[in-house]
């Protein structure tokens, strides 16, 4: 353990080096489920803007939490919960394509943050698809954002408080939730960005500019969580073990089957499970399973996990500060490197 410490060690160094990000922490879920935490001119602690993993942690996994039990279905209509969505196709639209990305919505949501919450909404429920639900995958912000709000108005309780009684209180992720500023000091949270659309420094409020200007309405689905890679990588372990986490089933049996198997229909051209990414050498490297999961976030943040090797790697970073590059390229090739230097090591 001591000699892959060191190699993380060197690698997060040269990140710093190559201005890639100045201060990251890493946890590498082991297979005999001890844990290695490594970190950059950060503390273990230290609270990040996890971004996009907001989609799976808790969103998505929510999600499956209901599915499993019955509740909600795969099949479920999405007008059955959202009945302003006037788009064509709306009576085609199921649970499952907006697990899968696979709406074909092609708005960069980046482009609506000068409008209200009530008015990126509008845009969402009357857009025009160009083709049939199910056709496509085309990743994105707004199927997170319907399935946030068919959670919402489904269990009666905002994403904040499910995922507080669903997952962080049984999982001990003390330090996680949207809002980190109602219940920590600023100074334990990692700075984002300067932001030039809210012409300041953004640290403990959500980097996303369309998720900030929703969250007037409600905790937004596809990104404002705030976390740590200790909390994190309990989470992940509790994927790891089927929702077992030290004894309790916190999430139902067949968990993990749900989320490192294609979802995604033979003729659609993408691997995805439901929720998480599948199986992309762009950020889990070459030396994990076919059934590996994962996803990223724009701030700097990435799951991989590996149900064959039973192990994990959670990376936090401030990729994006002090201004975010053009393109997220150099974070995607450090993620791919780490994940196989890491699973090298395993194997």
């Avoid at 995958?137 to 399935?147: D, K």
């Avoid at 995922?163 to 330090?175: A, D, H, I, S, V």
């Avoid at 909390?231 to 004894?247: A, N, P």
Wanted: with cysteine; aromatic share 10%.
């Amino acid at each position: 353990m001591n000699n892959l410490k060191e190699k993380i060690d060197l690698a997060l160094a040269e990140a710093q080096t190559a201005q890639i990000f100045d201060k990251a922490v890493v946890g590498v879920l082991l297979p005999n489920q001890e844990t290695l935490f490594v970190s950059l001119n950060a503390s273990p602690d230290s609270v990040f803007d996890i971004a996009s993993l907001t989609k799976v942690c808790p969103t998505s996994t929510l999600a499956l939490h209901y599915i499993l039990k019955g509740e909600l279905s795969l099949e479920t209509p999405v007008i059955s919960w959202i009945e302003e969505l006037q788009t064509n196709f709306r009576n085609q639209i199921l649970l499952k394509h907006l697990l899968t990305h696979s709406l074909d919505y092609r708005v960069p949501m980046s482009t609506l943050k000068h409008l209200s919450p009530e008015a990126i909404l509008n845009h969402l429920y009357s857009y025009t698809f160009e083709q049939a639900p199910g056709i496509v995958f085309n990743y994105g912000n707004p199927a997170s954002i319907l399935l946030g709000i068919i959670l919402h108005r489904f269990s009666g309780k905002s994403l904040s408080v499910l995922g507080k009684e669903l997952l962080f209180n049984p999982l001990q992720m003390t330090r996680s939730g949207w809002f980190p500023l109602q219940r920590m000091p600023r100074s334990e949270i990692i700075p984002t960005e300067h932001c030039d659309f809210r012409k300041e420094i953004i640290q403990g409020i959500v980097h996303d500019e369309s998720a900030f200007v929703l969250e007037r309405l409600f905790p937004v689905g596809s990104a404002g969580m705030f976390s740590t890679v200790h909390d994190l990588t309990r989470f992940v372990q509790m994927l790891l073990q089927d929702g077992l986490y030290e004894g309790e089933q916190v999430m139902p049996a067949g968990i993990l089957n749900m989320i490192s198997r294609n979802a995604l229909d033979p003729s659609v051209n993408a691997q995805t499970a439901l929720g998480f990414e599948l199986n992309n050498s762009r950020f889990m490297g070459t030396h994990c399973s076919s059934r590996t999961f994962g996803k990223t976030g724009f701030t700097g943040a990435s799951i991989v996990a590996d149900p064959e090797q039973n192990a994990a790697i959670i990376l936090l970073s401030n990729f994006t500060w002090p201004h975010r590059e053009e393109k997220p390229e150099r974070i995607y090739t450090f993620r791919s490197y780490l994940s196989d230097l890491i699973f090298k090591n395993l194997s």
